[in-house]
Protein backbone atom coordinates (compact mmCIF):
# COMPACT_ATOMS: atom_id res chain seq x y z
CA UNK A 1 0.00 0.00 0.00
CA UNK A 2 1.47 3.61 -1.35
CA UNK A 3 1.90 6.51 1.71
CA UNK A 4 -0.58 8.59 0.39
CA UNK A 5 -2.95 5.25 0.63
CA UNK A 6 -2.20 4.94 3.90
CA UNK A 7 -3.14 9.03 4.31
CA UNK A 8 -6.82 7.92 3.53
CA UNK A 9 -9.20 8.07 6.43
CA UNK A 10 -11.32 5.33 6.90
CA UNK A 11 -15.11 5.92 4.78
CA UNK A 12 -16.86 3.12 6.11
CA UNK A 13 -18.92 4.83 8.45
CA UNK A 14 -19.96 7.43 5.50
CA UNK A 15 -21.26 4.44 2.85
CA UNK A 16 -25.02 3.31 2.54
CA UNK A 17 -26.14 0.42 1.09
CA UNK A 18 -27.16 1.83 -1.89
CA UNK A 19 -23.68 3.31 -2.80
CA UNK A 20 -21.33 0.49 -2.05
CA UNK A 21 -20.66 0.02 -5.94
CA UNK A 22 -20.11 3.73 -6.75
CA UNK A 23 -17.88 4.38 -3.57
CA UNK A 24 -15.94 1.46 -4.39
CA UNK A 25 -15.53 2.71 -8.04
CA UNK A 26 -14.26 5.79 -6.73
CA UNK A 27 -11.66 4.69 -4.42
CA UNK A 28 -10.42 2.02 -7.25
CA UNK A 29 -9.94 5.63 -9.22
CA UNK A 30 -7.84 6.74 -6.58
CA UNK A 31 -5.69 3.89 -5.99
CA UNK A 32 -4.91 4.58 -9.91
CA UNK A 33 -4.16 7.92 -9.48
CA UNK A 34 -2.22 7.47 -6.53
CA UNK A 35 1.45 6.15 -7.82
CA UNK A 36 3.36 4.06 -4.87
CA UNK A 37 6.76 5.97 -3.29
CA UNK A 38 8.73 2.64 -4.33
CA UNK A 39 7.47 3.38 -8.07
CA UNK A 40 8.01 7.02 -7.77
CA UNK A 41 12.10 6.87 -6.15
CA UNK A 42 13.32 3.58 -8.70
CA UNK A 43 11.12 3.87 -11.53
CA UNK A 44 10.30 7.63 -12.54
CA UNK A 45 13.25 10.50 -11.72
CA UNK A 46 11.31 13.38 -10.54
CA UNK A 47 11.80 16.26 -8.47
CA UNK A 48 9.78 17.09 -4.94
CA UNK A 49 7.55 19.44 -6.77
CA UNK A 50 5.93 16.50 -8.81
CA UNK A 51 5.34 14.46 -5.35
CA UNK A 52 4.15 17.58 -3.76
CA UNK A 53 1.43 18.03 -7.25
CA UNK A 54 0.68 14.69 -6.57
CA UNK A 55 -0.41 15.11 -3.25
CA UNK A 56 -2.52 17.91 -3.73
CA UNK A 57 -4.43 15.91 -6.43
CA UNK A 58 -4.92 13.49 -3.94
CA UNK A 59 -6.10 15.92 -1.14
CA UNK A 60 -8.87 17.30 -3.94
CA UNK A 61 -9.87 13.87 -4.62
CA UNK A 62 -10.66 12.57 -1.16
CA UNK A 63 -12.44 15.79 -0.45
CA UNK A 64 -14.55 14.95 -3.50
CA UNK A 65 -14.95 11.54 -2.89
CA UNK A 66 -16.57 13.22 0.87
CA UNK A 67 -18.58 15.53 -0.65
CA UNK A 68 -20.31 12.77 -2.99
CA UNK A 69 -20.42 10.26 -0.10
CA UNK A 70 -22.39 12.45 2.79
CA UNK A 71 -24.65 15.00 -0.02
CA UNK A 72 -26.51 11.64 -0.96
CA UNK A 73 -29.58 10.75 0.84
CA UNK A 74 -29.84 7.85 2.51
CA UNK A 75 -32.54 5.47 1.23
CA UNK A 76 -35.02 5.68 -1.38
CA UNK A 77 -38.36 5.84 0.80
CA UNK A 78 -36.53 9.10 1.79
CA UNK A 79 -37.55 11.00 -1.55
CA UNK A 80 -41.41 9.46 -1.26
CA UNK A 81 -41.81 11.06 2.00
CA UNK A 82 -41.66 14.46 0.39
CA UNK A 83 -44.39 13.67 -2.84
CA UNK A 84 -47.96 15.29 -2.37
CA UNK A 85 -50.85 12.88 -1.86
CA UNK A 86 -53.25 12.89 -4.72
CA UNK A 87 -56.66 14.83 -3.91
CA UNK A 88 -59.59 12.72 -3.23
CA UNK A 89 -61.75 11.72 -6.03
CA UNK A 90 -64.81 14.25 -6.71
CA UNK A 91 -67.31 13.47 -4.68
CA UNK A 92 -70.65 15.58 -5.47
CA UNK A 93 -72.60 14.17 -2.64
CA UNK A 94 -70.06 15.82 -0.16
CA UNK A 95 -70.16 19.91 0.44
CA UNK A 96 -67.89 21.81 -1.75
CA UNK A 97 -67.35 24.85 -3.54
CA UNK A 98 -70.40 24.96 -5.80
CA UNK A 99 -69.58 23.52 -9.37
CA UNK A 100 -71.14 22.44 -12.45
CA UNK A 101 -70.29 19.12 -13.76
CA UNK A 102 -71.52 16.90 -16.89
CA UNK A 103 -73.06 13.63 -16.24
CA UNK A 104 -70.39 11.09 -17.49
CA UNK A 105 -72.30 7.48 -17.47
CA UNK A 106 -75.91 6.68 -18.47
CA UNK A 107 -76.09 4.74 -14.58
CA UNK A 108 -75.65 8.14 -13.45
CA UNK A 109 -78.45 9.62 -15.86
CA UNK A 110 -80.64 6.67 -14.94
CA UNK A 111 -80.11 7.25 -11.51
CA UNK A 112 -80.92 11.30 -12.25
CA UNK A 113 -77.99 10.94 -9.14
CA UNK A 114 -77.66 15.07 -9.90
CA UNK A 115 -80.33 15.69 -8.57
CA UNK A 116 -79.29 14.52 -4.96
CA UNK A 117 -76.07 16.04 -5.08
CA UNK A 118 -74.83 19.07 -2.66
CA UNK A 119 -74.04 21.21 -6.32
CA UNK A 120 -77.33 21.00 -8.28
CA UNK A 121 -79.08 23.39 -5.57
CA UNK A 122 -77.08 26.17 -6.85
CA UNK A 123 -76.65 24.77 -10.46
CA UNK A 124 -80.74 25.82 -11.11
CA UNK A 125 -81.01 28.85 -13.27
CA UNK A 126 -82.56 31.90 -11.27
CA UNK A 127 -83.27 34.05 -14.67
CA UNK A 128 -86.75 32.49 -16.61
CA UNK A 129 -86.78 33.61 -20.37
CA UNK A 130 -87.78 36.49 -20.82
CA UNK A 131 -91.25 37.21 -21.33
CA UNK A 132 -92.82 39.96 -23.74
CA UNK A 133 -91.06 38.24 -27.03
CA UNK A 134 -91.73 35.49 -29.38
CA UNK A 135 -88.81 33.20 -27.54
CA UNK A 136 -90.98 32.90 -24.69
CA UNK A 137 -93.07 30.28 -26.76
CA UNK A 138 -91.96 29.49 -30.48
CA UNK A 139 -89.30 30.74 -32.20
CA UNK A 140 -89.88 33.74 -35.07
CA UNK A 141 -90.85 32.85 -38.50
CA UNK A 142 -87.49 34.05 -39.71
CA UNK A 143 -84.33 32.77 -40.74
CA UNK A 144 -82.42 32.13 -36.85
CA UNK A 145 -78.90 31.99 -35.71
CA UNK A 146 -77.98 29.21 -33.33
CA UNK A 147 -74.40 29.22 -31.34
CA UNK A 148 -73.04 26.10 -30.40
CA UNK A 149 -70.29 26.79 -27.56
CA UNK A 150 -67.67 24.77 -27.89
CA UNK A 151 -64.31 25.59 -25.46
CA UNK A 152 -61.42 23.59 -24.04
CA UNK A 153 -63.92 21.22 -23.14
CA UNK A 154 -66.38 22.89 -21.12
CA UNK A 155 -66.32 23.94 -17.71
CA UNK A 156 -63.66 26.49 -17.47
CA UNK A 157 -63.67 29.73 -15.57
CA UNK A 158 -67.96 28.75 -15.85
CA UNK A 159 -67.87 26.05 -13.72
CA UNK A 160 -67.46 28.02 -10.87
CA UNK A 161 -71.26 28.63 -10.23
CA UNK A 162 -70.91 31.65 -7.23
CA UNK A 163 -67.91 33.54 -9.37
CA UNK A 164 -63.92 32.95 -10.36
CA UNK A 165 -61.39 35.28 -10.02
CA UNK A 166 -60.33 35.90 -13.71
CA UNK A 167 -61.19 39.07 -14.69
CA UNK A 168 -60.73 37.87 -18.56
CA UNK A 169 -62.70 35.40 -18.68
CA UNK A 170 -64.59 34.50 -21.88
CA UNK A 171 -68.15 35.74 -22.17
CA UNK A 172 -70.88 36.48 -25.14
CA UNK A 173 -72.33 39.79 -25.33
CA UNK A 174 -74.01 39.99 -28.59
CA UNK A 175 -77.17 38.60 -27.34
CA UNK A 176 -78.89 40.61 -30.29
CA UNK A 177 -77.55 38.67 -32.67
CA UNK A 178 -78.55 35.13 -31.09
CA UNK A 179 -81.93 33.21 -31.18
CA UNK A 180 -80.44 30.09 -29.82
CA UNK A 181 -77.50 28.83 -27.44
CA UNK A 182 -76.10 25.47 -26.84
CA UNK A 183 -73.73 24.31 -24.33
CA UNK A 184 -71.20 21.89 -25.63
CA UNK A 185 -69.03 19.44 -24.29
CA UNK A 186 -67.60 15.76 -25.24
CA UNK A 187 -69.52 14.44 -22.01
CA UNK A 188 -72.57 12.15 -22.39
CA UNK A 189 -75.03 14.50 -20.70
CA UNK A 190 -73.42 18.18 -20.87
CA UNK A 191 -75.54 20.54 -18.68
CA UNK A 192 -75.27 24.40 -19.04
CA UNK A 193 -74.06 26.48 -16.40
CA UNK A 194 -76.71 28.60 -15.12
CA UNK A 195 -74.54 31.88 -15.40
CA UNK A 196 -74.87 30.99 -19.25
CA UNK A 197 -78.66 30.69 -19.07
CA UNK A 198 -79.43 33.29 -16.65
CA UNK A 199 -77.72 35.82 -18.95
CA UNK A 200 -78.88 34.21 -21.86
CA UNK A 201 -82.40 34.55 -20.48
CA UNK A 202 -82.30 38.08 -19.53
CA UNK A 203 -81.88 38.46 -23.41
CA UNK A 204 -84.63 36.22 -24.61
CA UNK A 205 -81.73 33.83 -25.83
CA UNK A 206 -82.64 29.84 -25.11
CA UNK A 207 -80.27 27.55 -23.93
CA UNK A 208 -80.30 23.71 -24.84
CA UNK A 209 -77.81 20.89 -23.23
CA UNK A 210 -76.18 18.04 -25.27
CA UNK A 211 -76.97 14.79 -25.31
CA UNK A 212 -73.99 12.90 -27.12
CA UNK A 213 -72.53 9.22 -27.96
CA UNK A 214 -69.59 8.43 -29.59
CA UNK A 215 -66.49 6.26 -30.08
CA UNK A 216 -66.51 2.78 -28.88
CA UNK A 217 -67.82 4.00 -25.48
CA UNK A 218 -71.08 6.06 -27.20
CA UNK A 219 -71.74 2.40 -29.19
CA UNK A 220 -72.23 0.59 -26.01
CA UNK A 221 -74.18 3.27 -24.28
CA UNK A 222 -76.15 3.43 -27.15
CA UNK A 223 -76.83 -0.48 -27.27
CA UNK A 224 -78.33 0.26 -23.62
CA UNK A 225 -79.85 3.18 -24.03
CA UNK A 226 -81.87 1.76 -26.85
CA UNK A 227 -82.47 -2.42 -26.23
CA UNK A 228 -86.13 -1.59 -26.12
CA UNK A 229 -88.82 1.21 -26.26
CA UNK A 230 -88.98 1.48 -22.54
CA UNK A 231 -85.73 1.90 -21.85
CA UNK A 232 -85.34 4.61 -24.75
CA UNK A 233 -88.60 6.57 -23.80
CA UNK A 234 -87.14 6.21 -19.80
CA UNK A 235 -84.04 7.79 -20.74
CA UNK A 236 -85.79 10.45 -22.43
CA UNK A 237 -87.55 11.43 -19.25
CA UNK A 238 -84.75 11.16 -17.48
CA UNK A 239 -83.25 14.66 -20.07
CA UNK A 240 -86.58 16.26 -20.06
CA UNK A 241 -86.47 16.03 -15.80
CA UNK A 242 -82.65 17.59 -15.91
CA UNK A 243 -83.85 20.19 -18.12
CA UNK A 244 -86.79 20.78 -16.29
CA UNK A 245 -85.56 21.34 -12.55
CA UNK A 246 -82.20 23.12 -13.86
CA UNK A 247 -84.41 25.34 -15.58
CA UNK A 248 -83.03 25.32 -19.25
CA UNK A 249 -84.91 25.05 -22.90
CA UNK A 250 -84.25 21.77 -24.40
CA UNK A 251 -80.97 19.42 -26.20
CA UNK A 252 -79.05 18.97 -28.91
CA UNK A 253 -79.02 15.50 -29.60
CA UNK A 254 -75.97 13.84 -31.26
CA UNK A 255 -75.64 9.92 -31.87
CA UNK A 256 -72.70 9.98 -33.70
CA UNK A 257 -72.24 6.24 -33.43
CA UNK A 258 -72.87 3.20 -36.02
CA UNK A 259 -75.97 1.41 -35.51
CA UNK A 260 -77.75 -1.55 -36.24
CA UNK A 261 -80.82 -0.33 -38.76
CA UNK A 262 -82.85 -2.83 -36.30
CA UNK A 263 -82.24 0.03 -33.33
CA UNK A 264 -83.42 2.62 -35.62
CA UNK A 265 -87.41 2.73 -34.89
CA UNK A 266 -86.05 3.06 -30.78
CA UNK A 267 -83.88 5.63 -31.56
CA UNK A 268 -87.01 7.35 -33.59
CA UNK A 269 -89.09 6.66 -30.33
CA UNK A 270 -86.09 8.39 -27.93
CA UNK A 271 -86.25 11.73 -30.32
CA UNK A 272 -89.69 11.62 -30.52
CA UNK A 273 -90.61 11.29 -26.97
CA UNK A 274 -88.26 13.77 -25.82
CA UNK A 275 -89.20 16.28 -28.20
CA UNK A 276 -93.06 15.55 -26.77
CA UNK A 277 -92.45 15.57 -23.42
CA UNK A 278 -90.46 18.76 -22.89
CA UNK A 279 -93.16 20.51 -24.99
CA UNK A 280 -95.46 19.00 -22.71
CA UNK A 281 -93.00 20.18 -19.67
CA UNK A 282 -91.83 23.19 -20.72
CA UNK A 283 -93.30 25.49 -23.58
CA UNK A 284 -91.09 26.52 -26.54
CA UNK A 285 -88.55 23.90 -25.53
CA UNK A 286 -86.40 22.70 -28.46
CA UNK A 287 -84.64 19.53 -29.09
CA UNK A 288 -82.39 20.37 -31.59
CA UNK A 289 -81.34 16.68 -33.89
CA UNK A 290 -77.74 16.37 -35.25
CA UNK A 291 -76.85 15.54 -38.74
CA UNK A 292 -75.22 12.41 -37.98
CA UNK A 293 -76.28 8.70 -38.27
CA UNK A 294 -78.55 8.42 -41.06
CA UNK A 295 -81.98 6.32 -40.75
CA UNK A 296 -79.80 3.26 -41.75
CA UNK A 297 -77.57 3.34 -38.21
CA UNK A 298 -75.17 4.24 -40.82
CA UNK A 299 -72.64 7.18 -39.33
CA UNK A 300 -72.27 8.91 -42.69
CA UNK A 301 -72.40 12.72 -41.96
CA UNK A 302 -74.91 14.18 -45.15
CA UNK A 303 -74.07 18.28 -44.57
CA UNK A 304 -77.96 19.06 -45.76
CA UNK A 305 -81.33 17.55 -45.18
CA UNK A 306 -82.17 14.88 -47.33
CA UNK A 307 -84.36 11.39 -47.04
CA UNK A 308 -81.20 10.01 -44.73
CA UNK A 309 -82.06 12.13 -41.75
CA UNK A 310 -85.13 13.74 -42.33
CA UNK A 311 -87.20 11.03 -40.40
CA UNK A 312 -85.47 12.51 -37.58
CA UNK A 313 -85.88 16.28 -38.36
CA UNK A 314 -89.98 15.56 -38.93
CA UNK A 315 -89.97 14.40 -35.30
CA UNK A 316 -88.25 17.31 -33.54
CA UNK A 317 -87.47 20.75 -33.67
CA UNK A 318 -84.76 21.18 -36.26
CA UNK A 319 -81.26 19.71 -37.90
CA UNK A 320 -77.81 20.92 -36.67
CA UNK A 321 -76.40 20.23 -40.36
CA UNK A 322 -72.88 19.26 -40.54
CA UNK A 323 -70.57 22.08 -41.36
CA UNK A 324 -68.75 20.50 -44.49
CA UNK A 325 -71.56 21.26 -46.74
CA UNK A 326 -71.22 22.58 -50.33
CA UNK A 327 -72.61 25.88 -51.65
CA UNK A 328 -75.98 24.62 -53.13
CA UNK A 329 -76.52 22.70 -50.10
CA UNK A 330 -78.19 24.81 -48.35
CA UNK A 331 -80.77 25.38 -51.30
CA UNK A 332 -81.63 21.87 -51.69
CA UNK A 333 -82.00 21.30 -47.63
CA UNK A 334 -84.40 24.34 -48.03
CA UNK A 335 -86.60 22.49 -50.76
CA UNK A 336 -86.38 19.35 -48.62
CA UNK A 337 -87.15 20.98 -45.54
CA UNK A 338 -90.65 22.95 -47.63
CA UNK A 339 -92.40 25.47 -44.86
CA UNK A 340 -90.36 24.10 -42.22
CA UNK A 341 -86.58 25.95 -43.72
CA UNK A 342 -86.27 27.85 -40.88
CA UNK A 343 -85.23 24.89 -38.75
CA UNK A 344 -82.58 23.76 -40.98
CA UNK A 345 -79.25 25.26 -39.10
CA UNK A 346 -76.64 25.03 -41.31
CA UNK A 347 -73.55 24.47 -39.31
CA UNK A 348 -70.40 26.57 -39.63
CA UNK A 349 -67.12 25.59 -37.75
CA UNK A 350 -65.36 28.89 -36.66
CA UNK A 351 -62.42 27.10 -36.16
CA UNK A 352 -62.19 26.45 -40.04
CA UNK A 353 -61.90 22.38 -40.14
CA UNK A 354 -63.22 21.98 -43.98
CA UNK A 355 -66.16 24.19 -43.22
CA UNK A 356 -67.35 26.57 -46.22
CA UNK A 357 -66.00 29.86 -46.57
CA UNK A 358 -62.96 28.67 -44.07
CA UNK A 359 -64.85 30.51 -40.40
CA UNK A 360 -62.49 32.16 -38.60
CA UNK A 361 -62.62 35.86 -39.79
CA UNK A 362 -64.39 34.53 -42.92
CA UNK A 363 -67.53 33.49 -40.98
CA UNK A 364 -69.51 35.67 -42.67
CA UNK A 365 -68.65 34.12 -46.02
CA UNK A 366 -71.12 30.99 -45.16
CA UNK A 367 -73.67 33.29 -43.41
CA UNK A 368 -74.21 35.43 -46.77
CA UNK A 369 -74.98 32.14 -48.43
CA UNK A 370 -77.10 30.96 -46.00
CA UNK A 371 -78.95 34.12 -46.44
CA UNK A 372 -79.43 34.11 -49.82
CA UNK A 373 -81.10 30.77 -49.51
CA UNK A 374 -82.96 31.82 -46.65
CA UNK A 375 -82.53 28.84 -44.24
CA UNK A 376 -80.69 29.05 -40.30
CA UNK A 377 -77.23 29.16 -39.59
CA UNK A 378 -75.86 27.08 -36.47
CA UNK A 379 -71.99 28.66 -35.60
CA UNK A 380 -70.18 26.33 -33.75
CA UNK A 381 -67.23 27.71 -31.22
CA UNK A 382 -67.24 31.35 -31.24
CA UNK A 383 -64.66 31.29 -28.76
CA UNK A 384 -62.35 30.52 -31.37
CA UNK A 385 -61.34 34.37 -31.04
CA UNK A 386 -60.42 34.15 -26.88
CA UNK A 387 -58.68 30.26 -27.60
CA UNK A 388 -56.20 31.65 -30.44
CA UNK A 389 -55.54 35.20 -28.84
CA UNK A 390 -57.12 37.05 -31.79
CA UNK A 391 -54.84 40.64 -31.91
CA UNK A 392 -54.93 42.93 -30.46
CA UNK A 393 -57.02 42.11 -27.29
CA UNK A 394 -60.16 39.88 -26.91
CA UNK A 395 -62.67 42.75 -26.17
CA UNK A 396 -61.69 44.40 -29.75
CA UNK A 397 -61.52 41.09 -31.51
CA UNK A 398 -64.44 40.02 -30.19
CA UNK A 399 -66.00 43.05 -31.39
CA UNK A 400 -64.65 43.30 -34.54
CA UNK A 401 -65.30 39.24 -35.33
CA UNK A 402 -69.33 39.84 -34.48
CA UNK A 403 -69.80 43.10 -35.99
CA UNK A 404 -68.97 40.67 -39.40
CA UNK A 405 -71.90 38.63 -38.10
CA UNK A 406 -74.16 41.79 -37.68
CA UNK A 407 -73.53 43.22 -40.97
CA UNK A 408 -74.48 40.02 -42.74
CA UNK A 409 -77.02 38.10 -40.64
CA UNK A 410 -78.37 41.57 -38.91
CA UNK A 411 -79.55 42.19 -35.77
CA UNK A 412 -82.70 39.61 -34.56
CA UNK A 413 -84.04 40.76 -31.43
CA UNK A 414 -84.68 43.84 -29.99
CA UNK A 415 -84.82 44.62 -25.88
CA UNK A 416 -86.24 45.85 -23.47
CA UNK A 417 -89.68 44.40 -24.28
CA UNK A 418 -90.48 44.72 -21.12
CA UNK A 419 -90.65 47.63 -17.78
CA UNK A 420 -89.18 47.95 -15.64
CA UNK A 421 -86.06 48.44 -17.38
CA UNK A 422 -82.55 48.54 -15.69
CA UNK A 423 -78.46 47.74 -17.05
CA UNK A 424 -75.37 48.63 -15.46
CA UNK A 425 -73.56 47.19 -18.87
CA UNK A 426 -71.38 45.04 -17.08
CA UNK A 427 -70.54 41.92 -19.55
CA UNK A 428 -69.95 39.69 -16.22
CA UNK A 429 -66.10 39.86 -15.31
CA UNK A 430 -63.88 42.62 -13.84
CA UNK A 431 -61.25 44.28 -11.90
CA UNK A 432 -63.31 45.74 -9.36
CA UNK A 433 -67.06 45.88 -8.21
CA UNK A 434 -68.97 48.72 -7.09
CA UNK A 435 -72.57 49.52 -5.48
CA UNK A 436 -74.21 53.08 -5.83
CA UNK A 437 -71.05 55.05 -6.83
CA UNK A 438 -68.75 53.19 -4.10
CA UNK A 439 -65.75 50.80 -5.12
CA UNK A 440 -66.67 47.53 -2.91
CA UNK A 441 -63.99 45.28 -3.69
CA UNK A 442 -60.77 45.51 -5.72
CA UNK A 443 -60.45 42.03 -6.39
CA UNK A 444 -60.31 40.49 -10.34
CA UNK A 445 -63.87 38.20 -10.42
CA UNK A 446 -65.69 36.35 -13.10
CA UNK A 447 -69.23 35.93 -13.21
CA UNK A 448 -71.49 35.69 -16.10
CA UNK A 449 -74.72 35.62 -14.07
CA UNK A 450 -73.66 39.34 -13.22
CA UNK A 451 -74.16 40.25 -16.89
CA UNK A 452 -76.47 42.95 -17.02
CA UNK A 453 -78.62 44.01 -20.46
CA UNK A 454 -75.92 45.03 -23.09
CA UNK A 455 -76.19 47.62 -25.81
CA UNK A 456 -76.79 47.14 -29.18
CA UNK A 457 -73.20 49.23 -30.02
CA UNK A 458 -71.84 49.81 -33.65
CA UNK A 459 -67.94 48.42 -34.30
CA UNK A 460 -66.05 50.96 -35.12
CA UNK A 461 -63.16 48.77 -36.46
CA UNK A 462 -60.77 51.55 -37.90
CA UNK A 463 -61.57 54.99 -35.61
CA UNK A 464 -60.12 58.13 -37.22
CA UNK A 465 -59.72 61.37 -34.89
CA UNK A 466 -63.06 62.16 -35.57
CA UNK A 467 -64.63 59.01 -34.25
CA UNK A 468 -66.50 58.92 -31.42
CA UNK A 469 -65.94 55.48 -29.92
CA UNK A 470 -68.79 53.56 -27.74
CA UNK A 471 -67.71 50.80 -25.80
CA UNK A 472 -68.16 48.89 -22.42
CA UNK A 473 -65.33 50.02 -20.05
CA UNK A 474 -64.85 47.45 -17.26
CA UNK A 475 -61.19 48.45 -16.01
CA UNK A 476 -61.90 52.04 -15.04
CA UNK A 477 -64.48 53.46 -12.25
CA UNK A 478 -67.98 52.18 -12.38
CA UNK A 479 -71.42 52.95 -10.64
CA UNK A 480 -72.56 49.46 -10.51
CA UNK A 481 -71.16 46.22 -11.04
CA UNK A 482 -68.13 45.97 -12.52
CA UNK A 483 -68.33 47.99 -15.97
CA UNK A 484 -69.73 50.77 -17.40
CA UNK A 485 -70.61 52.52 -20.50
CA UNK A 486 -68.02 54.61 -22.20
CA UNK A 487 -67.58 57.35 -25.28
CA UNK A 488 -64.10 57.93 -26.34
CA UNK A 489 -62.92 60.69 -28.75
CA UNK A 490 -62.81 64.54 -29.11
CA UNK A 491 -66.04 66.72 -29.44
CA UNK A 492 -65.78 69.78 -31.18
CA UNK A 493 -67.67 72.70 -29.52
CA UNK A 494 -71.26 72.35 -29.80
CA UNK A 495 -71.41 68.95 -30.65
CA UNK A 496 -74.01 66.38 -30.29
CA UNK A 497 -73.44 63.11 -30.99
CA UNK A 498 -75.71 60.36 -30.96
CA UNK A 499 -75.23 56.72 -30.31
CA UNK A 500 -77.62 53.68 -30.75
CA UNK A 501 -77.60 51.77 -26.77
CA UNK A 502 -80.94 50.03 -27.13
CA UNK A 503 -83.40 49.62 -29.46
CA UNK A 504 -86.74 48.85 -26.97
CA UNK A 505 -90.06 47.54 -28.52
CA UNK A 506 -92.15 48.86 -25.20
CA UNK A 507 -96.56 49.65 -25.83
CA UNK A 508 -96.59 52.39 -23.24
CA UNK A 509 -99.42 54.10 -23.95
CA UNK A 510 -100.71 56.58 -22.49
CA UNK A 511 -97.80 55.78 -19.08
CA UNK A 512 -95.03 58.47 -18.85
CA UNK A 513 -91.72 57.61 -18.76
CA UNK A 514 -88.99 57.91 -16.69
CA UNK A 515 -84.78 57.77 -17.08
CA UNK A 516 -82.26 57.19 -14.09
CA UNK A 517 -78.66 57.37 -15.33
CA UNK A 518 -75.52 58.27 -13.66
CA UNK A 519 -72.42 60.07 -16.11
CA UNK A 520 -68.85 59.97 -14.82
CA UNK A 521 -66.02 63.07 -16.27
CA UNK A 522 -68.67 64.39 -18.76
CA UNK A 523 -71.54 66.55 -19.55
CA UNK A 524 -74.53 64.21 -20.47
CA UNK A 525 -76.95 65.51 -22.49
CA UNK A 526 -80.55 63.27 -23.02
CA UNK A 527 -82.83 64.03 -26.11
CA UNK A 528 -85.60 61.65 -25.95
CA UNK A 529 -87.77 62.02 -29.30
CA UNK A 530 -91.25 63.95 -29.16
CA UNK A 531 -93.03 61.04 -29.61
CA UNK A 532 -92.40 59.69 -26.36
CA UNK A 533 -92.98 63.15 -24.38
CA UNK A 534 -96.49 63.05 -26.06
CA UNK A 535 -96.73 59.13 -24.31
Known amino acids: MSALQRLLPSTEQHRTTSQTKKNTLLLTLLQTLTPPRSFVRRVV ?68 SYLKSFHYPFNIASVALQSGSSSSSSLPNRRRLLVCHDMQGGYVDDKWVQGGTNPEAYAIWHWHLIDV ?22 HGVKVLGTFITEWDEGRVISNKLLSTKESARMYAECLRDLAVALGFDGWLINMEVKLDSGQIP ?27 VTIHGDLQWQDQLNEMNKPFFDICDGI ?31 FGRNTYGGGQWNTNVALNVLKKDDVSAAIFAPGWVYETNQPPDFQTAQNRWWALVEKSWGILRNYPKVLPFYTNFDQGHGYHFS ?31 DTIQTLVDFKEASYSGGGNITFKGTLEDNAFPTRRLFHGELPLGNLPIHFTYSVSYLLCVLKLPRSLYEA
Open 45 to 112: PVTQALINLLREIHRRLQNLFLFLTMSKPTSEPELQSFAPEPPPPFDPTQPSVPISYPIKTLEDLESL
Open 181 to 202: FVYFSHSLVTLPPPCWTNTAHR
Open 266 to 292: NLKEFVNHLNQSMHSSVPGSLVIWYDS
Open 320 to 350: FVNYTWKEDYPRHSAAVAGDRKFDVYMGIDV
Open 435 to 465: IDGAEKSGDPWNNISCQGFQPLLDFADKPTP
